[in-house]
């Protein structure tokens, strides 16, 4: 069983950046993919980003590319995304996800351990 839980959201202007974090609970951290993914009212929960197990290999949705980067640190079970150049369009409840086995994914069902969510809000 791994917990997750997020911090780190608010209400930024556009432009400007944000960093979210993850902390997870558990021993075998590095064996999870972690990923972040996000939810806009009335739409459905969308992928962000995803991290191998031991960080090797990073994959991002087409819209967050070169603005977003997602992290690891193994030894202090933690995932983080940095958000720069935040636009409206980013707006949304970003939700932290661990995956069992350490490839990446851009499928929400195949995650295993979901976080309660931390509201980002980036206003124009």
């Known amino acids: 069983q791994v917990q997750l839980v997020e911090s780190g959201g608010g209400l930024v202007q556009a432009g400007t950046s944000l960093r979210l974090s993850c902390a997870a609970s558990?021993?075998?951290?590095?064996?999870?993919?972690m990923g972040w993914f996000r939810q806009a009212p009335g739409k459905e929960r969308e992928f962000v980003a995803t991290?191998?197990?031991?960080?090797?290999?990073?994959y991002y949705t087409d819209s967050v590319k070169g603005r977003f980067t997602i992290s690891r640190d193994n030894a202090k079970n933690t995932v983080s995304l940095q958000m720069n150049s935040l636009k409206p369009e980013d707006t949304a409840v970003y939700y932290c996800?661990?995956?069992?086995?350490?490839?990446?994914?851009?499928?929400?069902?195949?995650?295993?351990?979901w976080g309660q969510g931390t509201q980002v809000t980036v206003s124009s």
């Open positions: 996800a661990a995956k069992i086995g350490s490839s990446v994914s851009n499928s929400p069902p195949v995650y295993d351990y």
């Open positions: 558990g021993r075998t951290f590095s064996s999870y993919a």
């Open positions: 991290i191998s197990g031991r960080g090797a290999y990073t």
